[in-house]
């Protein structure tokens, strides 16, 4: 039976490391930029270092991975997949048989198998197998014992088994196409990154093909976990409209529904956190989504709630907005609630995208400069340990973005637009960032491009209400 602990948009880039491809750079730097690239998958291959070289290199992998919420796979070696607590372990077909790995590993690790045959892939699945590597499709020089796989034998493997398939052998971004309509979960590299100049550049390039490529019928899918507007210009409301503006398929699990029109809060009804739990199982079990937005969470009920489903199914690209006052001045998270945000939901978050006023509270600290902004967003990414997008639209000068990474602070320059209707803003922004990392876009062009949708929604100037107005949310279509 298939594990919960893999889905097949975690196998959609899968980076198979081989060091003789680095020319130097170190393994850890390598992965790290694939990451950012967009790789889903890391499987540390591994044929001569001596154990104690191999475990500390897998530990090193395993943290890293971690960081950007990805499964980390041993290849062949149990002992170090064990030893490092990695979250599976891969074998071939000469390894030990899979049920002996299934059994040795426990049922909460994640097994992967390589197959050629549908004999093989179907007695693999039998014997606990949680996905299979199949290939190799195309000639490739990184193992000299790989068995050619024809399309024709990948569409029958994937048509055998009710596992996501992974296909692998000699695949880059000239040839990756050739793949589509084979029904794979997606695709296995070595070289295509690890050989380039530029691993997160090649990664992006191929995370890109793969989100076009191979599956048919399907569109991007995005869970926004917030409030309801009744006026439909915040919460859920313009988070699915921004989901569908941006190519999508927008989601929802409703956090609590507000009485609310363009001039203010009147009323909030919370949802009760069974049946929050229960929205979140019932999307999770079905249409798995690849990106998550959090706006409005309420209470610290609520984020325990979210937080556990979130770990629970391995939720990836999370995107929290953290909701603390509506835009009229109506508070919508409790005070009680802002130490649980930051205990359990910040720390789950790919990004985090907090406005200035949000991100004083947070770091606990004064913004009045943009130097001020990057010493909070750097404290953010410190304490937080994820992403920061620090939103300078409250500032009347300009609208400049501040991105935090890995790589340090990024600014992103826009014009400040003269329009006094700007309710929904944050929950716009964090949808449209959602929804382009769900489409498979770095983060630094995933921001840029929603960045751009925001822009070109306020300068549409629609005009609704009494108040502070909505944006026009399909002014692109």
């Known amino acids: 039976m298939k594990s919960a602990n893999i889905t097949a948009k975690d196998l959609r880039l899968y980076a198979v490391t081989d060091r003789r491809w680095l020319k130097g750079a170190s393994l850890a730097s390598a992965v790290e930029k694939a990451l950012q690239g967009g790789v889903t998958c890391v499987q540390l291959r591994e044929k001569d270092l001596p154990y104690a070289e191999f475990l500390a290199t897998a530990k090193e992998l395993k943290r890293i ?74 000639p490739t020089g990184t193992k000299d014992d790989a068995v050619e796989v024809t399309t024709a034998m990948l569409k029958a493997i994937t048509t055998a088994v009710p596992i996501p398939v992974v296909a692998i052998g000699g695949i880059n971004a000239e040839n990756i196409r050739q793949l589509k309509g084979t029904g794979i979960a997606g695709a296995a590299v070595v070289s295509a990154i690890f050989a380039q100049e530029d691993s997160q550049k090649a990664a992006a390039e191929l995370r890109q093909l793969l989100s076009t490529s191979p599956s048919e019928g399907r569109l991007p899918a995005v869970l926004t976990i917030a409030g309801s507007d009744s006026s439909g210009g915040a919460g859920i409301q313009a988070d699915l409209k921004t989901m569908l503006a941006n190519g999508v398929y927008g989601m929802s699990a409703i956090t609590a529904l507000t009485a609310q029109n363009t001039t203010g809060v009147a009323a909030v009804a919370k949802t009760a956190p069974e049946i929050l739990a229960a929205q979140l199982d019932s999307v999770f079990t079905d249409i798995f989504p690849d990106a998550v937005k959090t706006g409005m969470v309420f209470d610290s009920d609520l984020i325990a709630v979210i937080a556990d489903k979130l770990t629970h199914y391995q939720a990836k690209n999370i995107v929290v907005d953290p909701v603390m006052v ?33 991100a004083e509270v947070l770091a606990d600290r004064k913004i009045h400069s943009h130097e001020d902004m990057v010493q909070a967003a750097q404290k953010l990414y410190d304490r937080y340990g994820c992403n920061v997008l620090c939103k300078g639209g409250h500032r009347l000068q300009d609208a400049d973005d501040l991105l935090y990474t890995a790589e340090g602070a990024h600014w992103l320059k826009a014009e400040h637009i003269d329009n006094p209707n700007t309710h929904g803003t944050g929950c716009t922004l964090s949808s449209a960032i959602a929804s382009q990392l769900a489409k498979g876009e770095t983060l630094p062009r995933a921001v840029e491009q929603a960045k751009a949708y925001i822009t070109g929604a306020l300068k549409a100037n629609l005009n609704l209400g009494k108040g502070s107005g909505p944006l026009h949310h399909g002014w692109n279509l």
């Open 65 to 138: 991975c971690q960081q950007y919420h990805v499964p980390f796979i041993v290849d062949d070696n149990l002992d170090i997949a064990l030893a490092c607590e990695a979250d599976g372990l891969h074998i071939g077909q000469k390894d030990m048989p899979a049920a002996k790995a299934r059994e040795l590993l426990g049922p909460d690790k994640i097994l992967g198998v390589s197959a050629q045959t549908v004999e093989q892939a179907t007695a693999a699945y039998k014997a606990g197998a949680d996905y299979l590597g199949v290939g190799a499709v195309f």
């Open 326 to 358: 509506a835009t009229s001045g109506a508070r919508l998270l409790n005070e009680n609630a802002i130490s649980a945000l930051q205990e359990k939901l910040l720390p789950l978050a790919t990004l985090i995208t907090p406005n200035l006023l949000e």
